[in-house]
């Protein structure tokens, strides 16, 4: 493991974190007098599942590897452009709020980390040249910029609205696409 390797665990981390960051802001919105200790389990739960999903992903991947190894720059390419096309188009059009979401309930934050980490399953598809533990370490990075992130967002939403959260989405959007192209790039040099 390299500093590249590093720099892009944690480029990943932005980038899957940009949902759960937007979400973060508007939940600090939505309850500006949330405590301390609720907004920590909000930031641990965004963090879990977006470190758990592309794990998933990558043993996934990593079962069926003889047969996806030829195509797993263009995987790459396909996914997290996708993801990241699919960010930015989703940030792009206005969304209006469903009363599911309005409520902060446990329920709700569960039903918000499931939902903002979906996209990073896919992500982990790409890891499948990882090692287990490159796979591991990536995801812990993952988890840990996507829980700064979140806690982050959560104050700043508390603060100042969610001015800033369609940004925030279209940089992580960009991000994935970046990444993709990267790998995809790389496997011909």
């Not at 600090?28 to 949330?34: D, K, T």
């Not at 920590?40 to 079962?63: D, K, N, T």
Request: net charge neutral; glycine share 8%.
């Amino acid at each position: 493991m390299n500093f590249d390797f590093y720099f892009k665990s944690i480029l990943f981390g932005c980038g899957l974190a940009a949902d759960a960051s937007a979400v973060s802001m508007a939940n600090g919105l939505e309850e500006s007098n949330m405590k301390k200790s609720k907004m920590l389990f909000i930031a641990f739960m965004f963090g879990f599942f977006q470190a758990g999903m592309p794990l998933i992903g990558y043993f996934v991947g990593h079962a069926f590897i003889d047969y996806i190894e030829p195509f797993i720059p263009w995987i790459a390419l396909i996914l997290l452009g996708f993801l990241g096309i699919k960010m930015i188009i989703d940030a792009l059009k206005k969304k209006e709020d469903t009363e599911e979401f309005k409520k902060l309930t446990i329920r709700t934050i569960f039903i918000q980390a499931i939902a903002t980490s979906i996209d990073a399953l896919s992500v982990g598809l790409t890891f499948s040249n990882y090692s287990i533990l490159e796979a591991v370490i990536c995801c812990l990075i993952i988890a840990i910029v996507t829980f700064i992130l979140s806690f982050i967002c959560i104050i700043i939403g508390k603060k100042f609205g969610t001015k800033f959260e369609n940004k925030a989405v279209i940089a992580g959007g960009i991000i994935l696409i970046i990444i993709g192209l990267e790998i995809f790039i790389s496997s011909f040099f």
